[in-house]
């Protein structure tokens, strides 16, 4: 057979196997490779992930549950503050279902977070923080916790908002929130969110009584509509929150002394706190604050995260609307107390 035939022939075969591996062999699909990277989180995260058990005085024979994950493999333990309170007896129970005595390093009650410490004989499987700044609206999140008494729950969902305000109903202090699209159930309060690296990007929070001023508790008949929202505390308050408890045993957040809300290009003035930080600066009712520390401030939203992103006791300039006139001050934040 001729050269040139051979290569005629060879060229034909080429085509006939590239035709073979377009038509007859099967890819993954997206959202097969989607799956199978979601199920690689969830492997690796779920070790780490834990139930809190309680017993308090007045319910010596029904342990109460909630959820938290280990951050330390020395056995440094978040979980919720509101899941640990009135404890009598406080138990970790691992993935592996060894159960471990626990104590509590401190609790927050103004974002909900507790710290627990077990003594495990070996080092255990942690998550790490992530920055839940970078973490686009509607990027896929992965919630691992124990619903209902079924541990290590899964449910994947979005990120369906940030800089959320949430007001928590015993102290009714304000607290920035992550919203998150995906079902949460009783027992996952302390639970970890997760980004698609498997890092914690968000702790799930206890009760709030509202969300940018929307109730978080239904009208009747509507229950289910309300069902598939949950909300959590950004890594980047929960990390500073823990890294306090840790090492003081609680954790303190700063004070301007206002009630606000949101108006358009602003966060108004609502009522002043007597003595308080903005008292003394001479900040009244009814001023629109549209500037903190360089920062433009268009929302009760962004004022409550730029105040998160401070420290007690440091000193910020806040820029006002009054009367039409813009004014600066300079205010010396206290500290939250409850």
């Given amino acids: 057979m001729s050269t040139r035939s051979n290569r005629v022939i060879a060229g034909w075969m080429g085509w006939f196997c590239l035709l073979l591996s377009v038509g007859w062999v099967q890819t993954p699909s997206l959202l097969e490779r989607a799956d199978a990277e979601i199920a690689r989180v969830v492997e690796r995260a779920r070790p780490a992930v834990v139930t809190v058990q309680v017993r308090r005085a007045n319910m010596p024979t029904r342990p109460l549950q909630s959820s938290g994950f280990i951050i330390d493999s020395a056995g440094y333990i978040v979980g919720s503050a509101d899941g640990v309170q009135n404890a009598r007896e406080l138990q970790v129970l691992l993935s592996n279902s060894e159960v471990y005595p626990a104590r509590l390093i401190g609790s927050d009650a103004i974002t909900g977070i507790a710290l627990l410490k077990i003594d495990p004989p070996r080092p255990l499987h942690a998550l790490r923080f992530g920055d839940s700044d970078s973490v686009p609206i509607g990027a896929t999140a992965v919630l691992i916790g124990n619903r209902g008494g079924l541990e290590g729950s899964v449910t994947v969902g979005t990120i369906g908002g940030k ?72 890594s980047k308050v929960a990390q500073r929150v823990v890294e306090e408890l840790r090492t003081k045993g ?36 009814g001023d629109v604050i549209v500037g903190y520390n360089g920062q433009p401030i268009d929302s009760a939203a962004s004022l409550t995260r730029a105040l998160y992103n401070s420290r007690p006791h440091q000193q910020v300039e806040l820029v006002l609307l009054r009367e039409g006139q813009t004014l600066k001050v300079k205010v010396t934040l206290g500290v939250q107390s409850l």
């Fill in 163 to 234: 800089d959320r305000v949430g007001v928590r109903p015993q102290s009714q202090r304000v607290v920035p929130v992550l919203q998150f699209n995906g079902t949460v159930g009783a027992g996952e309060p302390g639970a970890p969110l997760l980004n698609t690296r498997g890092e914690v990007i968000g702790v799930v929070i206890g009760a709030l009584s509202s969300v940018e001023g929307v109730p978080t508790t239904p009208p009747a008949g509507m229950r289910a509509a309300f069902a598939v929202t949950g909300f959590a505390v950004p």
């Fill in 250 to 285: 609680r954790a303190e957040h700063p004070w301007l002394g206002v009630d606000y809300r949101s108006v358009p290009g602003g966060a108004q003035v609502m009522r002043v706190a007597p003595n308080g930080p903005a008292a003394r600066a001479g900040v009244v009712q």
